[in-house]
């Protein structure tokens, strides 16, 4: 099977400017002013999308800045492939170890109900984990787009 390093499929990864602590990416990567998310893939912006959250940012998006945030996941689900990445544990909700005091089992309520509403929620534990899930995402997904492609043009391009 290819690996997101392999030529297969070759892609840019796009990391919003807006990105205080960018994710240390292993393949080509490049700032770029997104409309939506932190990270994108070149050509492909207005499909791909994954929205990335510290623990606290993410504590602090679900309650003083719930408002904004909810803006910010109804403009994900016009993507193809959107994800809220939270770089951290799931653990750290449900026992609370974050700045607020916000209830743990609110918190987690939450994410289940953006999870209904908008898009999967997923977890990476350090920076280099969710990097490396957003290239793999990002392989397959390109490589997926480019199969429909080849799919659906006509034989005298292929």
Known sequence: ???????????????????QTPLPMTTGSQPATLCTGDYSILGLEDRF????????????SLTTGRERFT???????????????????????KTGRYRSGASPTAMLHS?????????????????EAGAALIERWAFWYVR???QCAKLSAPRSLI
């Open 71 to 93: 803006r910010e996941l109804q403009r994900l689900r016009a993507y193809d492939f959107r994800r809220l990445l939270v770089i951290g544990h799931e653990e750290e909700i």
């Open 49 to 60: 999308a994954v929205e990335r959250k510290s623990i606290g940012d993410l504590i602090g």
């Open 144 to 146: 997926s787009a480019l």
């Open 111 to 127: 994410l289940y109900s953006i999870e209904a509403k908008y898009c999967p929620v997923v977890f990476a534990p350090t920076p």
């Open 1 to 19: 099977m290819p690996s997101p390093t392999s030529n297969s499929a070759a892609f840019v990864i796009l990391i919003d400017t807006r990105e």
